[in-house]
């Protein structure tokens, strides 16, 4: 990309698909940093596996129900002081910013979208493989993240605020590296920062080495689902790199029980990158299709409470010695320097 990602940098929040210094992009609009508030980094207001739509006799919730669903858990989210989310749902997982819009304009809530694709496993892979018979299919991922930032997504007006990219247990894929250097490139081009999906807490050292040798600023990145990982060497080497952990699955013990996230966190706490650190429970509230049995809908719908942290990590934390000032910095100050982008300080190792 022709761009110069320290001249990008200095477009104002209003020709940007992501941010200017101190601007956000929601799908309602851009507004300042300073009115985020309280806010959770990876939450979705609905989800559906690429090829959902062929489950017809099973289509999952309709509108009128997807909205209401979310409607309730926001409200549930601003009665304990939340006014912002981000929904980082990559384009090829059901991405619905329609219902985005609806739920924002109808609760008052802050919901900033993603633009960018999923990991190889689990994305809408076909689509990209058959172009790639034909093109450098990575320069046309990013002509499609540049477009959705700068003009929206298709004719909806609706700009994302960031890129999102993934990878599997344990590697890169060939096809999640393009994906990787796709969303780098637009980020360049663009200002947009970057967050991330992990699996089993693997590979977010090298998702953040690919993506800041290609130009992103690292504190520009958040290494998604840390929490993932109990080793807080794996922890402290990107944090020392200058991104942003992701604990973004508190809720989710069938992959990593709350007890171990939170012994992590207060580890990160007690080695100085408490300010790095941005918490979030990647709860899913709609999902289309049918991709869980009926019996197991109840287990899903509680076991995805975006509720969780506050009612009960909060006193996990405050037991383990940490303060509301350092609460307060997990889910104010951390999300809003993330989209400022102001330099995080030097961390030893
Ligand atoms: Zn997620």
């Excluded at 609760?107 to 790639?132: D, M, P, Q, S």
């Excluded at 920062?193 to 690292?218: E, F, K, S, Y």
């Excluded at 990982?229 to 699955?249: K, Q, V």
Aim: glycine share 12%; aromatic share 6%.
């Amino acid at each position: 990309m022709p761009v110069d990602p320290a001249e990008s940098m200095d477009v104002s929040g209003d020709t940007l698909g992501a941010t200017g210094a101190n601007t956000v992009q929601t799908v309602t609009g851009p507004i300042p940093t300073a009115d985020l508030g309280r806010t959770l980094m990876h939450e979705h207001l609905s989800i559906g596996y690429a090829g959902f739509e062929a489950h017809s006799s099973r289509p999952g919730p309709g509108r009128a129900e997807m909205v209401a669903v979310c409607t309730e858990r926001i409200r549930q989210l601003q009665d304990l002081g939340y006014s912002s989310m981000l929904d980082p749902c990559p384009s090829d997982l059901g991405r619905d910013v329609d219902l985005m819009v609806e739920v924002a304009e109808a609760t008052g809530f802050n919901i900033v979208c993603a633009t960018g694709l999923y990991k190889e496993e689990e994305g809408g892979t076909a689509y990209w493989h058959f172009r790639a018979q034909f093109d450098d299919v990575g320069a046309v991922m990013a002509d499609q993240f540049i477009s959705e930032l700068t003009d929206g997504v298709g004719s909806t007006g609706v700009r994302p605020g960031i890129i999102k990219c993934a990878t599997g247990p344990g590697a890169m894929t060939d096809y999640e590296r393009t994906v990787f250097d796709a969303a780098a490139a637009a980020s360049v081009a663009t200002g947009a920062p970057v967050t991330t999906h992990t699996d089993r807490g693997t590979m977010g050292g090298l998702q953040q080495d690919v993506l800041t040798a290609a130009g992103v600023p690292a504190n520009r990145v958040i290494i998604g689902h840390s929490c993932g990982s109990t080793d807080t060497g794996y922890h402290m080497g990107i944090a020392a790199g200058g991104s942003y952990l992701g604990f973004d699955r508190f809720g989710i013990g069938t992959l990593m029980p709350d007890v171990d996230r939170v012994a992590s966190l207060v580890r990160l706490f007690e080695q100085g990158a408490g300010d790095r650190v941005v918490v979030s429970h990647d709860s899913v509230w709609c999902w289309r299709g049918e991709p869980f049995p009926p019996a197991l809908a109840g287990r899903v719908s509680d076991l995805f409470d975006p509720t969780r942290f506050d009612r009960e990590i909060v006193p996990m934390l405050h037991d383990s010695g940490v303060t509301d000032e350092q609460i307060e910095m997990l889910v104010v100050d951390n999300p809003r320097r993330f989209f400022e982008g102001v330099p995080l300080a030097e961390l030893g190792t």
